[in-house]
């Protein structure tokens, strides 16, 4: 895990001796850092949950910057922002630059082609150190079971975080230390020292983040995990602490207690408490609380202490190689996975996984940090400084731009075969359906296939457009000319990815649209089966609908599952749309599109379009008969769609018809593919409804 290393605790080269060690090293802090780097690495790859690792890791970030910096200012030292900043990134870079390349080789040898745009992506993030904020700009899952999904770059947030708090922390020193000068030509305040006002000023920080973690823990978790804002406070806690050290001087007794419950509170955090959905809130103090009482407990000189355990020379020694093993763990856990097919490692498989990162890290350090560390040449220049860490940079940056824009390019190529090549749901027309698909590239390609996303982006405007506060999912289309009809789209993304056929139509034919959608939230009456927020959303979604009185509401009358029962009735189905029957509201109800156990363009890029594990059995993806049979005659001016045909055919349910991908993922359609269904969508659309 990346870590200051400050000159108030900098971290010995691999093999040095303690000698060579800075009078101020703390050993048991480096003993504490290896303790939570192998918790991070344990739980990541057999726990697969949130440790606390990381909470102490900035915890310990803050400390040691705090300590070097006071250090400087009592003793009247110039703090050399610049020259500091690019010797510390100039310790950093080098390292993550090496496995963000391995990364690259990894994702080309292993991961499916339409993932590489994403990695490629958090490669530049994680060189500029925002990864975080792109993580939580898409409220990545990162609590997911099954790593082999997840990004191997995904670690990179804490990275991030920490970046930017080098850059912060530094300004906030210098800056108190200005304040300090102005204060004290106040002569009431000409007693205010320095490491006092640091301490208000840290105090503020931590007492104003962590209000903010946990309110916005509360209500935005996904994106509170990634916020810099909401992890402020754990560095501040780092720093209060380093400032609080000299005056916390417990007898050797208590401190050997508190060093062991630190221990065991740290260890018994990820075990104990159910933290993957409630972090870094309130209960981010269980683990940071825990460091900093391990730290306060320091160096106790008792056997019996936990700094003895701590200061020990092997994990010293992974202390000295935390930061590459912090970095390695996670990809090689990742792509381990995905070049297995495991979703869990077992105790063989993890030790492996685990051996192989250290290796990789020891090695890193070997080779990489330490050579660069000694070099003597940048040491003599800012500017050389400077230089290594753009080369650096340029080594990284040169393949991701080149791979980037070749993706582009085969992209543009793709996309700009004739249509005919591509005919998509069209090549399961009856008239087409004993002739075979002609060679092409399949559609959307890997780069875009992430964004083939059906869906209006126009808010919602007017007064008759105003929803509900609780309907944030509102989006209307409007059609140039007179309105010949006005829909209402209900319900989930599977009602969401048909607008790719449906817009189109509307739009031609005159028709008003607005979306009134929530992520997996399926249109139906009140449920136990639907979180209240769901049946909320759905309450508040009828109670629009029947105020504004559309000529008719869009909805998907069936439900899909991975397992059997495969296909069922949507739960208070026709009691969410009888009112609207009952209102003179026409209802249209389309059957639900399969669902998988597995990503279906990953299976296609892995093995091939025509590959069986790649084709499910139609009996594996939808009921016999149909659900929507069981709705027939039981609600007035309910019609009911089936466009099944054109999705699985002769039995099975492909990844790819007529050189299109189907699917974008495990159960939504590409919005490419849904397009290629617009003639046959419409055709069943007016015969089931009698519209002209």
């Known amino acids: 895990m990346s870590v200051a290393r400050t000159e108030a605790a900098a971290k010995p080269l691999p093999g040095a001796s303690t000698r060579s060690r800075k009078p101020t090293f703390r050993s048991e802090v480096q003993g504490l850092r290896a303790l939570a780097v192998l918790m991070v690495v344990a739980y990541h790859v057999w726990l697969g949950r949130v440790s606390g690792g990381v909470d102490i890791f900035l915890l310990i970030s803050a400390f040691l910057l705090t300590l070097s910096f006071v250090r400087k200012a009592e003793a009247g030292r110039p703090f050399g922002l610049v020259a500091h900043w690019l010797h510390l990134f100039k310790r950093l870079l080098p390292a993550a630059v090496v496995v963000i390349l391995g990364v690259l080789a990894g994702t080309w040898l292993i991961l499916p082609q339409s993932r590489w745009p994403q990695v490629l992506d958090q490669a530049w993030a994680s060189l500029l150190y925002s990864q975080n904020w792109l993580l939580a700009d898409t409220a990545v899952d990162y609590y997911a079971q099954d790593h082999a999904g997840a990004s191997p770059l995904q670690h990179f947030w804490s990275l991030s975080i920490q970046g930017q708090v080098f850059i912060l922390w530094p300004l906030v020193f210098a800056g108190t230390a200005g304040l300090l000068v102005l204060l004290r030509r106040i002569p009431a305040c000409a007693g205010i020292t320095y490491r006092g006002l640091l301490a208000v000023v840290f105090g503020t920080v931590f007492a104003w983040s962590l209000a903010y973690s946990v309110e916005q823990t509360a209500t935005n978790q996904a994106y509170a995990y990634f916020d810099t804002r909401a992890r402020l406070w754990e560095f501040a806690l780092g720093s209060l602490l380093a400032l609080a050290l000299p005056y916390l001087k417990p007898a050797r007794g208590l401190r050997v207690m508190l060093g062991w419950a630190g221990l065991a509170a740290m260890v018994s955090c990820g075990l104990l408490l159910t933290v993957d959905r409630s972090f870094p809130g309130y209960v981010a103090l269980w683990p940071t609380l825990a460091g ?60 492996t996984i685990v051996g192989a990162s250290v290796v990789l890290a020891v090695l890193t350090t070997r080779f990489v940090e330490k050579p660069l560390r000694d070099w003597h040449w940048p040491k003599l220049r800012a500017w050389r400084t400077a230089v290594v860490i753009v080369a650096c940079g340029a080594l990284l940056a040169g393949p991701v731009a080149i791979w980037q824009t070749t993706l582009t390019a085969e992209e543009s190529a793709t996309a700009a075969q004739p249509r005919e090549l591509t005919p998509g749901a069209a090549a399961l027309s009856p008239g087409n359906a004993a002739v075979p698909a002609p060679d092409a590239r399949i559609i959307p390609g890997p780069a875009a296939l992430d964004n083939d996303w059906a869906g209006i982006q126009d808010p919602c405007i007017g007064a008759n457009a105003t929803p509900d506060p609780i309907l944030e999912g509102c989006r209307q289309a409007v059609p140039e000319g007179e309105v010949t009809k006005r829909i209402v789209v209900l319900g989930d993304s599977h009602s969401q990815q048909y607008l790719g056929a449906l817009a189109p139509i509307a739009a031609a034919r005159g028709w008003e649209l607005v979306t009134l959608l929530m992520p997996a939230c399926r249109f139906g009456a009140e449920s136990e089966t639907r979180n209240a927020e769901c049946n909320a959303y759905n309450q508040a979604s009828a109670a629009y609908v029947l105020e504004h009185r559309p000529d008719a509401v869009f909805t998907v009358a069936s439900l899909t599952h991975e397992e059997a029962p495969f296909e069922t009735e949507v739960p208070g189905y026709l009691d969410g749309v009888r009112p609207f029957a009952d209102a003179g509201i026409e209802i249209v109800g389309i059957r639900d599109n399969p669902r998988f156990t597995f990503n279906m363009p990953e299976c296609v890029q892995r093995n091939g379009a025509d590959a069986h594990e790649c084709s499910v059995p139609v009996e594996e993806s939808l009921a016999d008969p149909s659900p929507l049979e069981a709705y027939r005659g039981k609600v007035e001016g309910l019609h009911l769609m089936d466009l099944s045909d054109f999705i699985c055919a002769r039995g099975i349910c492909p990844g790819v018809v007529g050189n299109v991908y189907v699917y974008k993922d495990d159960n939504h359609l590409t919005r490419t593919y849904v397009e290629t269904m617009i003639p046959m969508f419409e055709q069943r659309l007016l015969a089931a409804t009698g519209w002209s």
């Open 292 to 351: 900093a009482a391990i730290i306060t407990a320091g160096q106790t000189g008792s056997r019996f202490g936990v700094d003895r355990m701590l200061s020990s020379r092997p994990l010293v020694a992974l202390g000295d190689n935390s930061y590459a093993l912090y970095l390695w763990h996670w990809p090689v856990l990742v792509l381990a996975l995905a070049a297995t097919g495991v979703e869990v490692p077992n105790l063989v498989q993890g030790l």
